[in-house]
């Protein structure tokens, strides 16, 4: 079991399994986004389906006809080389009008195999009164795609990964386009959260005493499609145990984002998140014991370095407590990551 030397490492995990992310079971399923609009249906049909619609409110260039088979192409960098600078070569599936959009969609550049192959979406708008227009997103392909090619299902997971975090924020630029309440900054801070959904995140490190310390985090969203749920597992050479399972969730009295935890050892740690920037949040800490013994408040940096590679640093007050530590999305824990104490292997 984990001695108390390592309390500080098994802060850095919390951090981990306080993010979005699919289960296992689902991590190609299809995505669903939502957003109620404070505009006529008609206007936010035009939003989605002309080029001047959808330059008003996400990309700067468009190239749109809404035809069986016309061009659904939306340029999210026109600086980039040709065939790199979106959505090139989707097109129009169907439509009903002011009901009903569907179109092709491709994965960025940097999937170097899906980007070549088509997933589609469904868009459906539902006029709630003359001013507000539900709109219900659902991206699909994921699993139909992994299955005509076996060897790539890891890399269309990683493809499902990236728009689940991206559609959401096309919703939020959707609603402040019209003028709807903003997101918020709680909204903001799951937003950069959500860019850790996706893979598993370890971390691998040897300890002053010449032990090793192993760590791997797996997260879920819960049944409520709101709140998020997690597991994390830290281990040496002797194997793995689980050490935390936490929920993180946006307070509505507060518009905080929060969360609670609880490790093996009975210990309780709950706090909140505080936005910084596009890629950096600080988690609030405080402790307390299976005794009811109180510690805190202690504060984690989270900084994504880049997609895959994030770093850690724990302080009390300015005072950094350890080293920076970063962490790294994989898409599966090596083994020795997921090897129990007792032996067992699990996913």
Same mark, same amino acid.
């Given at each position: 079991?984990?001695?108390?030397?390592?309390?500080?490492?098994?802060?850095?995990?919390?951090?981990?399994?306080?993010?979005?992310?699919?289960?296992?079971?689902?991590?190609?399923?299809?995505?669903?986004?939502?957003?109620?609009?404070?505009?006529?249906?008609?206007?936010?049909?035009?939003?989605?389906? &002309?080029?001047?619609?959808?330059?008003?409110?996400?990309?700067?260039?468009?190239?749109?006809?809404?035809?069986?088979?016309?061009?659904?192409?939306?340029?999210?960098?026109?600086?980039?080389?040709?065939?790199?600078?979106?959505?090139?070569?989707?097109?129009?599936?169907?439509?009903?009008?002011?009901?009903?959009?569907?179109?092709?969609?491709?994965?960025?550049?940097?999937?170097?195999?899906?980007?070549?192959?088509?997933?589609?979406?469904? $868009?459906?708008?539902?006029?709630?009164?003359?001013?507000?227009?539900?709109?219900?997103?659902?991206?699909?392909?994921?699993?139909? =795609?992994?299955?005509?090619?076996?060897?790539?299902?890891?890399?269309?997971?990683?493809?499902?990964?990236?728009?689940? =975090?991206?559609?959401?924020?096309?919703? =939020?630029?959707? &609603?402040?386009?019209?003028?709807?309440?903003?997101?918020?900054?709680?909204?903001? &801070?799951?937003?950069?959260?959500?860019?850790?959904?996706?893979?598993?995140?370890?971390?691998?490190?040897?300890?002053?005493?010449?032990?090793?310390?192993?760590?791997?985090?797996?997260?879920?969203?819960?049944?409520?499609?709101?709140?998020?749920?997690?597991?994390?597992?830290?281990?040496?050479?002797?194997?793995?145990?689980?050490?935390?399972?936490?929920?993180?969730?946006?307070?509505?009295?507060?518009?905080?984002?929060?969360?609670?935890?609880?490790?093996?050892?009975?210990?309780?740690?709950?706090?909140?998140?505080?936005?910084?920037?596009?890629?950096?949040?600080?988690?609030?800490?405080?402790?307390?014991?299976?005794?009811?013994?109180?510690?805190?408040?202690?504060?984690?940096?989270?900084?994504?370095?880049?997609?895959?590679?994030?770093?850690?640093?724990?302080?009390?007050?300015?005072?950094?407590?350890?080293?920076?530590?970063?962490?790294?999305?994989?898409?599966?824990?090596?083994?020795?990551?997921?090897?129990?104490?007792?032996? &067992?292997? $699990?996913?």
């Amino acid at each position: 079991m984990p001695t108390s030397s390592r309390l500080l490492f098994a802060l850095l995990l919390t951090l981990l399994t306080l993010a979005p992310a699919s289960r296992a079971d689902d991590a190609l399923a299809p995505i669903e986004a939502s957003a109620v609009i404070d505009a006529p249906i008609a206007e936010v049909w035009h939003a989605w389906t &002309t080029s001047e619609g959808l330059e008003s409110f996400l990309v700067e260039k468009a190239n749109i006809e809404l035809r069986p088979g016309g061009p659904y192409e939306i340029y999210f960098s026109m600086q980039a080389p040709e065939g790199s600078r979106g959505s090139e070569n989707c097109s129009v599936l169907s439509f009903l009008p002011n009901q009903m959009l569907s179109f092709q969609w491709n994965a960025p550049p940097k999937f170097e195999h899906a980007r070549f192959i088509h997933t589609w979406v469904v $868009v459906n708008f539902e006029e709630l009164s003359p001013s507000r227009t539900r709109v219900d997103l659902t991206h699909l392909g994921f699993a139909e =795609n992994a299955a005509d090619n076996p060897d790539h299902t890891e890399e269309w997971k990683q493809v499902r990964a990236y728009f689940t =975090n991206a559609w959401p924020s096309v919703m =939020n630029a959707l &609603t402040e386009h019209f003028g709807g309440t903003d997101p918020g900054e709680a909204r903001r &801070t799951l937003n950069v959260l959500a860019r850790l959904v996706g893979g598993e995140w370890v971390f691998e490190d040897e300890m002053p005493n010449g032990s090793k310390l192993l760590s791997r985090s797996v997260v879920h969203l819960a049944a409520d499609g709101k709140s998020l749920i997690a597991s994390g597992w830290l281990g040496d050479e002797s194997g793995m145990w689980q050490h935390i399972s936490g929920q993180i969730w946006i307070e509505p009295d507060s518009q905080l984002v929060k969360y609670q935890s609880i490790t093996e050892s009975g210990s309780f740690m709950r706090g909140y998140f505080e936005l910084v920037d596009d890629n950096t949040v600080i988690e609030h800490i405080i402790i307390t014991d299976k005794d009811g013994n109180e510690s805190g408040p202690l504060y984690a940096v989270l900084k994504f370095e880049d997609e895959n590679h994030q770093s850690m640093i724990l302080k009390r007050g300015d005072a950094p407590l350890m080293p920076k530590v970063t962490y790294e999305r994989v898409d599966k824990a090596p083994e020795k990551l997921r090897t129990l104490t007792d032996g &067992t292997v $699990v996913d």
